[in-house]
């Protein structure tokens, strides 16, 4: 038995006992054999008596924050059995990554069982090519001090590695990322809590800031669930499929709450937008998140100018699902946002068959949702659906599209915008428009705007105050509007401009248009029905 090998009552302790092995240099601690062997003065070689989890201390760590305990722990990791990180009196000082190995459990005390990494780009912990493992109940704090999120430290990293997970850990001081699965796939990161970024608001671009969570090239199949992020990092969770090899699908992000994000609460990115690219952002599903306080307040490298702040973005996405979601305050930063990245409590671009339902967006200082598609790409591949969202307190547009087609706006509740209610704006005639059933109330512009669309219904909405129009629609053929109610509008109920060709009003009703305006006006030739 020994107590203490490397100073008495270190807390420390361990079983041990001769191999057989003689005629060894003497060690002055286990951890120098990295193993949990140890030789003594007289040569004989000893190994540590393992019964379930080794201690980091019975192999000679500290944990005073000043000695080094690299060495040490790494010679548990080494003994291929499972790990426990007992509390340490300051922390246990790390200048070089542990390395895991394939089947192994790592446990811990909870916050006290910190492990401080005091290496600039160097892993906390990192596993190549390992499955199986299990790590929870720890904390890990990354040094940085760079400010760039290239070469700052990350807290656990698995590269090529599958079926592990990491559970109910603390993770601080992240730039890069506190969890980065690269071509991982099937782990779960759950329970997890991250706060206390190395980014502190001296930042100049997106170039300084990482993620909590990064998923990146090929990694799919991750189940990312009910953490808590507050860190004050870039972005709380972001999966990117990078390259013409990756294809990051099938993950599951939900019921995580993240908070006070600089750049994107969650983003679903494909760095290739276009349908002949090989590398793929599908099925992954974003439901029941919480997302709050994201400003935007960044300048985009690549632009120089101001396209960050959405709850959440999704890029070049296919069949992917959005749902349940809470959004709320985004786009906080009193600067003015260009319209590269559809800056919007929710924001698709380029996406084909993306769906977007039952989501709650509240005070976004640029748009609600926003469905762009300037490539062409989901017209081509797929419909948009938005529906049964909740879009209110909007400082701009609440639900809008622009350059696409083949989309499906129903059943949401918009309430209270400075600009349009609903909006499809496209450069050219886009096809396939579906607005239904939807309910807009106090809205600072046209509720319903329609410009450059060939075969677009408006059919069972409800318009409750707008200040300009109920609905409007130009520049557009094959238009259908009816069955609409629309009351306490400023301006016209209904307006058809004169570009505006083929198109059937009919069983709507207009009730006190505010003004000496008509209810229903026609710039052009169109079937008209029964309306009230």
Not at 314 to 320: I, N, R, S, W
Not at 368 to 380: P, V
Request: proline share 1%.
């Amino acid at each position: 038995y020994t107590t203490g090998f490397t100073s008495s009552g270190d807390g420390g302790h361990g079983r041990w006992k001769q191999n057989g092995v003689t005629g060894q240099t003497p060690s002055q601690s286990p951890a120098q054999l990295l193993n949990g062997l140890l030789n003594d003065a007289g040569g004989n070689q000893w190994a540590l008596v393992r019964s379930g989890k080794v201690n980091v201390r019975q192999v000679g760590a500290i944990g005073d924050g000043v000695a080094d305990d690299t060495v040490a722990i790494q010679a548990a990791f080494n003994t291929l059995s499972s790990v426990y990180i007992p509390r340490a009196a300051a922390h246990y000082r790390i200048t070089a990554a542990i390395t895991l190995v394939s089947g192994q459990f790592v446990d811990g005390d909870g916050e006290a069982s910190e492990l401080r990494q005091f290496t600039e780009s160097a892993y906390v912990i990192s596993g190549t090519s390992v499955t199986n493992c299990k790590i929870q109940n720890i904390s890990i704090y990354c040094e940085d001090v760079s400010g760039s999120a290239t070469n700052g430290s990350a807290g656990i990293g698995l590269i090529n590695s599958s079926f592990n997970a990491i559970t109910q850990c603390l993770f601080q001081n992240q730039r890069n990322a506190g969890v980065l699965l690269f071509r991982s796939s099937d782990c779960l990161i759950s329970g997890n809590t991250f706060i206390n970024s190395a980014v502190d608001g001296t930042e100049t671009d997106n170039t300084e800031l990482g993620l909590d969570i990064s998923v990146i090239y090929s990694s799919s199949r991750n189940i990312i669930t009910e953490n808590k992020i507050n860190s004050g990092n870039g972005t709380g969770i972001g999966i990117n499929s990078i390259d013409s090899l990756s294809n990051a699908d099938d993950n599951v992000i939900s019921n995580n709450v993240i908070s006070n994000c600089v750049v994107y609460g969650i983003h679903n990115y494909r760095n290739g937008i276009g349908p002949s690219d090989a590398f793929t952002v599908k099925r992954n599903v974003i439901s029941g998140n919480t997302i709050k306080n994201v400003s935007g307040n960044i300048i985009n490298i690549t632009t120089g100018t101001y396209t960050f702040g959405s709850g959440i973005y999704m890029q070049g996405a296919e069949d992917c699902i959005v749902t349940g979601n809470s959004v709320k305050n985004t786009h906080s930063a009193a600067v003015t946002f260009a319209t590269t990245l559809v800056p919007a409590g929710i924001g698709v671009t380029n996406s084909s068959r993306v769906t977007v339902s039952n989501n709650r967006i509240d005070e976004d200082g640029s748009a609600g949702i926003w469905i762009d598609d300037s490539n062409g790409y989901g017209e081509l591949l797929g419909y948009g659906i938005i529906s049964n969202n909740s879009v209110m307190n909007i400082a701009g547009q609440g639900i809008r599209g622009l350059n696409r087609g083949r989309l499906t706006i129903t059943d949401n509740v918009v309430d209270t915008t400075s600009s349009f209610g609903i909006s499809i704006g496209n450069t050219s005639a886009f096809s396939d428009i579906s607005i239904s059933g939807n309910k807009l109330r106090n809205v600072s512009n046209t509720a319903i705007d329609v410009d450059f669309c060939d075969g677009i219904s408006a059919d069972g909405n409800t318009v409750d105050t707008a200040s300009v129009h109920g609905i409007s629609v130009a520049n557009s053929t094959n238009a259908s509007v009816v069955n609409n109610l629309v009351f306490n509008q400023t301006s016209r109920g209904i307006t058809i401009l004169s570009s505006t060709a083929g198109c059937r009003v009919s069983d709507n009703k207009i009730i006190g248009t505010g003004s000496s305006l008509s209810g229903i006006a026609l710039f052009t030739r169109v079937s008209l029905g029964e309306n009230v």
